[in-house]
């Protein structure tokens, strides 16, 4: 039964993807209507897409949002729709989309930049504004992960929902709950691939637990993979994806090992930078192939900004809701992640 669990899984992966697939040919011209999956990367003049498997470049304004249903038409091209015009936008309306954007409308009012654009990539992976020298830094120093909601904030909502709901709730509820507020942080964030992957792994871990089953996360990481690629093929070849898979399998199978090689480092960082440089093995190949460079010094600058994470997405989620109802006091809250957002810009600039 196991073995045939797992044939079917692959093989219901490999249907759905070449049944799906778009086939396009050179010079075709194309209308293309679809629900946008991605938070848009913004930049002086233009946004950048991904939309049914092509990369696509529109003019910046009028602005897009993930969930917004749009209607596009270009003419194919090695990969990406040329000449891409915006034919027809509807946006999505909806409360946590709302809750969405007011957060980071309320960053921009409450932080001067690039703090808002960084706080904003940190907790919620909305990139979109960050400003380009800033996206150039750290895509240099191997640190733009970080401003893209992974695997590693879910776990942090997931601890600390779980953390806080058992002070007040038997451990089974506070599961439930801990549950429910991952997805609605998954929604909430976009529903990046990478987002989703760790969404769906935590929800196999939290089930285990619940019926008393032992945990493997490998089983959990194929699994999740071949779900989320049975129900979006197209994000086989997202590399959101691609490298949070990649980096957890790496984790997977280095952390252990390089964290009894460098225990010589102070405790204080020696976790941070074994996971760092374990990720990386995995996932330096693929940055040089796409990004054409790598920096040597990553796993190092990674582990120096790493420790600022978790409180800045804390500091940000709390004060995003908060300041929705009570504006002084989110803001005053935002305010307590300055000088961490100070120290991370400041590293990744110096190592730039």
């Known amino acids: 039964m196991r073995y045939l669990f797992w044939f079917l899984l692959i093989t219901a992966f490999i249907i759905r993807y070449f049944t799906t697939r778009p086939l396009y040919k050179e010079g075709q011209r194309v209308r293309i209507s679809a ?134 709730l038997n451990r089974r509820l506070a599961l439930v709950l801990a549950l429910a507020g991952i997805w609605i942080y998954s929604l909430i964030t976009g529903f990046d691939a990478p987002i989703v992957r760790a969404a769906v792994m935590g929800s196999i871990a939290f089930t285990a637990q619940e019926l008393g089953r032992l945990y493997s996360a490998w089983r959990a990481l194929v699994i999740s993979g071949l779900m989320l690629l049975i129900i979006v093929p197209e994000w086989i070849s997202d590399l959101g994806f691609v490298l949070s898979f990649v980096a957890t399998a790496s984790i997977l199978i280095f952390q252990k090992r390089i964290t009894k090689i460098v225990s010589f480092i102070p405790k204080l960082l020696r976790g941070d930078f074994s996971t760092s440089l374990a990720a990386q093995i995995g996932v330096s190949p693929i940055l040089f192939v796409t990004f054409g460079q790598f920096n040597l010094l990553s796993p190092l600058i990674n582990a120096m900004v790493l420790w600022t994470i978790p409180l800045i997405t804390v500091l940000g989620m709390v004060g995003g809701l908060v300041g929705l109802v009570f504006p002084f006091v989110g803001r005053l809250i935002l305010l307590l992640s300055l000088p961490l957002t100070t120290f991370f810009i400041g590293v990744v600039r110096v190592f730039n």
């Open 35 to 168: 629900i946008l999956r991605q938070e848009p990367l913004r930049f002086s003049y233009y946004q950048k897409i991904n939309l049914a498997g092509l990369k696509i470049y529109l003019p910046k304004f009028p602005e897009i949002y993930y969930g917004d249903e749009l209607v596009v038409e270009g003419v194919i091209g090695k990969g990406e729709l040329a000449n891409a015009v915006l034919i027809a936008k509807k946006e999505e309306v909806n409360v946590l989309s709302a809750i969405r954007k007011n957060i980071i409308a309320f960053f921009q009012k409450s932080l001067s930049e690039p703090h808002a654009s960084l706080l904003a990539g940190i907790s919620l992976g909305a990139k979109g504004s960050l400003p380009k020298n800033l996206w150039d830094n750290l895509i240099n120093t191997g640190t733009a992960h970080v401003v893209v909601a992974s695997g590693m904030n879910v776990s942090l909502v997931a601890s600390f929902l779980i953390g806080f709901l058992v002070l007040f």
